[in-house]
T-cell receptor, first 114, second 115 residues
Framework: AQSVTQLGSHVSVSEGALVLLRCNYSSSVPPYLFWYVQYPNQGLQLLLKYTSAATLVKGINGFEAEFKKSETSFHLTKPSAHMSDAAEYFC????????????FGQGTELSVKP | DTGVSQDPRHKITKRGQNVTFRCDPISEHNRLYWYRQTLGQGPEFLTYFQNEAQLEKSRLLSDRFSAERPKGSFSTLEIQRTEQGDSAMYLCAGRSGGVSYNEQFFGPGTRLTVL
């Protein structure tokens, strides 16, 4: 069975600082991995996805993530945090043997201090 | 704007009442997924449709839950005899194509509160 673990339910950074949100996955097959962002009382918006092409994936709003098979990780980074980045971030793996449903981690709430 | 709409956005009901939620994806979304998200948790899969066929249901989907997608377009999720534990955000997502790395586009969700 596939699963996702996000380390740290809450991360706080200062504006302009590096953002690092951690995600580790478990999968018996090559995974498809996603990062979504959720603003309060809204649905989820895709930031980026890994589909077995390039291991370094660039997404929207300056975010990127690197797939590391040896570490079973897919951490999300952004060089310089902006106040508007404050939101909940979810890492997910696609269960592509079973209809493509997404299996989500528990989420990491990012706070950005001025 | 993902093009996926959900109605209503908020629903408050009393325990024991029935509720129905609607999801409208865009026409290209041949797959439609329902998820449930409780406070402080990630979304959990409930069920999905390919066109009008319901192909998988999670163990979370008890007998009180039923979902339909009658014409392969909009979908409804009904909860009968609601319980306080049903309080959650219900999200739907649409996806086009047959490959699992295609993006799922999420609607804004319906927040259910059962009193």
């Amino acid at each position: 069975a596939q699963s996702v673990t996000q380390l740290g339910s809450h991360v706080s950074v200062s504006e302009g600082a590096l953002v690092l949100l951690r995600c580790n996955y478990s999968s018996s097959v090559p995974p498809y991995l996603f990062w979504y962002v959720q603003y309060p009382n809204q649905g989820l918006q895709l930031l980026l996805k890994y589909t077995s092409a390039a291991t370094l994936v660039k997404g929207i709003n300056g975010f990127e993530a690197e797939f590391k098979k040896s570490e079973t990780s897919f951490h999300l980074t952004k060089p310089s945090a902006h106040m508007s980045d404050a939101a909940e971030y979810f890492c997910a793996v696609s269960d592509h043997n079973q209809g493509g449903k997404l299996i989500f981690g528990q989420g990491t709430e990012l706070s950005v201090k001025p | 704007d993902t093009g996926v709409s959900q109605d209503p956005r908020h629903k408050i009901t009393k325990r024991g009442q029935n509720v129905t939620f609607r999801c409208d994806p865009i026409s290209e979304h041949n797959r439609l997924y329902w998820y449930r998200q409780t406070l402080g948790q990630g979304p959990e899969f409930l069920t999905y449709f390919q066109n009008e066929a319901q192909l998988e249901k999670s163990r979370l989907l008890s007998d009180r839950f039923s979902a339909e997608r009658p014409k392969g377009s909009f979908s409804t999720l009904e909860i009968q005899r609601t319980e306080q534990g049903d309080s959650a955000m219900y999200l739907c997502a649409g996806r086009s194509g047959g490959v699992s790395y295609n993006e799922q586009f999420f609607g804004p969700g319906t927040r259910l509160t059962v009193l």
